[in-house]
């Protein structure tokens, strides 16, 4: 397999987010130290966040829009996680780890995040990683590994929590119109579908202000199956379980660019459609007989998919 476009940003094999800043992205707008209070405006310096641990329940948590590091940015949500933090210590959603991530972590070109948790008295914690739900992630100031649920990982673990606060602000606005799956594998966005969560401008792409492809969590999905050679065939369908339908609502926005040459193989190939408590619907495909190959619904290119049990 020949990459012919580089994937963007670098990698370590621990999943830590280290080294000089590249000057692609932004750097995050610097904030005064935290009080205790009210989540800051923006992420802090990071000589400001020197909390090294994540022993305790955060008052409140924030996405950083551009990482540290030659790093790819996830998209991530511009606002602060506040009335669902509590969901972040229980059932041991977030933990230190002794070991640092699965060797398999180092294999994948994944995205990147920063998020910072906020605690009574002021302090801040800063962990760095790799979306893959199988990476942990790291606190710069310790040294010390995070560990999330084997399914979503940390990165995973927040965005659910952020996709269920912002849930708090709309009402069900279902059609209730079967899902269906796109006539052209290459084009997901064909079955998208705007419901009023497609209006919700939350967001960071890149480091950059942009609305999120779906900021809400997935009540319903399914998954279309081709096989090889047959993509003009009608599909196999199944339902995806609402867990695994957030799975990849929360992927859609992790998928890293990037483009492959490689010989074909007799793998199959999969859409998997996913729809919000509003009617919001997107879709990503991926072509496994094309190195992973995958397409989401803003047609936004990339390689992998860990976030989809195929």
Known sequence: MALVLALTGGW??????????????????????SSGGPAPDACLDTADATRESIDGTPLWARFCPGPEGRTAPAEVPSDALTTHVEDLAVLT??????????????????????????????????????????????VPTSGAWVGGPDALGVYGTLMAAFGRQYA????????????VCPE??????????????????????????????????????????????????????????VEEAERARIGLHAIAGGVVDCAGSPDQTYTAVVEDRTGTRRAVTIIDSECSTTIRSDRGYGLGFAWLDR
């Open 12 to 33: 370590s094999t621990g999943c830590a987010v280290t080294g000089a800043t590249d000057g692609r992205e932004p750097a995050p707008p610097r904030e005064t130290r």
């Open 93 to 138: 959603e977030l933990v230190e780890r002794d070991l640092p991530a699965p060797a398999r972590c180092g294999r994948f070109h994944g995205r990147t995040y920063r998020v910072q948790f906020g605690y009574a008295g002021g302090g801040v914690t800063t962990v760095v990683g790799h979306t893959d739900p199988d990476c942990a992630g790291q």
């Open 168 to 179: 708090d602000q709309f009402g069900d606005a279902t059609s209730g119109l079967p899902l």
């Open 184 to 241: 052209n594998q290459r084009r997901p966005d064909s079955v998208d579908v705007d419901g009023p969560s497609a209006s919700f401008d939350t967001g960071y792409l890149l480091g950059r202000r942009a609305p999120m492809v779906m900021p809400l969590p997935a009540v319903r999905g399914i998954l279309c199956t081709w096989p090889r050679g047959a993509e003009d065939d009608e599909p196999s369908i199944r339902d995806l379980p």
